[in-house]
C-alpha cells in the first residue's frame, strides 16, 4: 500500500501535530478453511482513510477504516447465486472491511528522524 499524507506528519511533538491520509494498494490473500476442502486465492484491492496525531513527545495515535475489494466470490466459502442482469464486477464478489485504532511509541532519541529516511 502506498499511504498519502495531506499535511506533512512526523512522529513526535512537532508544529503540525494531526494529519488526514489515505492510502491504496495491491494485495493477494490465500484462505485455508478447515470447513472447506481446498483454499482460495483472491486478488485484494484494499483503500484506506485515517486519523493520525501526536499525543506527547514520545507518542502518536490514530485510526483508519479500510474497504477491501476481493476478486473471488468465496472467501467466506459460499458463492453467491449469479442474477442475469447484475454486474458480475460488483455484484457478485466479496468486500470485506478493516477498522482499527493504533498506538505508536517512539523508543529512541524522539526528537530525530528515522535514520532511514535519510540520504
Known sequence: MYELNFRPYKTANR???YC???????GYNLTLQSSVPGA?????????????????KRL???????????????IDGISNISLENKNPL??????YTFAGVF?????????????????
Do not use: H, V
Open 40 to 56: 482460495s486465492s483472491n486478488l485484494i484491492l484494499p483503500f484506506s482513510a485515517g486519523f493520525k496525531f501526536n499525543a506527547g
Open 20 to 26: 488526514l491520509y489515505t492510502a491504496a494498494g495491491i
Open 60 to 74: 502518536s495515535m490514530g485510526m483508519e477504516f479500510s474497504p477491501r475489494k476481493l476478486f473471488n466470490d468465496k
Open 90 to 95: 460488483f455484484g457478485n464478489k466479496d468486500w
Open 15 to 17: 508544529k503540525l501535530k
Open 103 to 119: 498506538l505508536t511509541y517512539k523508543i529512541f532519541n524522539y526528537r530525530e528522524d528515522c535514520p532511514a529516511y535519510e540520504q
